[in-house]
Nanobody, 124 residues
């Protein structure tokens, strides 16, 4: 069973930065695509970014393109989300997810394992 643990969330002012981490429990981490999703109260879970197993393919939601950067360190079985120029509308619980495919996209149904989430709150 794959376990994913997010960290790095918190409270930040608009315009600030945070870096989220997602630590995985499996050494097969490098074989599979990973993604970040977020969910605000009353909203559906929405795609933020995805990265292929090798790190060679990266996708972003239009709402975060140019502000967020997804990356992974396979040797450390850890994925990151660097979030800059944060806006109040970025406030949500952020989840990391792992697929069982080398490349996955923006649909939550493409991901098989999920972390417990970390809260990000951006104040105006």
């Amino acid at each position: 069973q794959v376990q994913l643990v997010e960290s790095g969330g918190g409270l930040v002012q608009a315009g600030g930065s945070l870096r989220l981490s997602c630590a995985a429990s499996t050494r097969t981490f490098s074989s599979y695509a990973m993604g970040w999703f977020r969910q605000a109260p009353g909203n559906e879970r929405e795609f933020v970014a995805a990265i292929s197993g090798s790190g060679g393919r990266i996708y972003y939601a239009d709402s975060v393109k140019g502000r967020f950067t997804i990356s992974r360190e396979n040797a450390k079985i850890t994925m990151y989300l660097q979030m800059n120029s944060l806006k109040p509308e970025d406030t949500a619980v952020y989840y990391c997810a792992q697929s069982r495919k080398r490349i996955s996209g923006s649909s939550p149904t493409e991901y098989d394992y999920w972390g417990q989430g970390t809260q990000v709150t951006v104040s105006s």
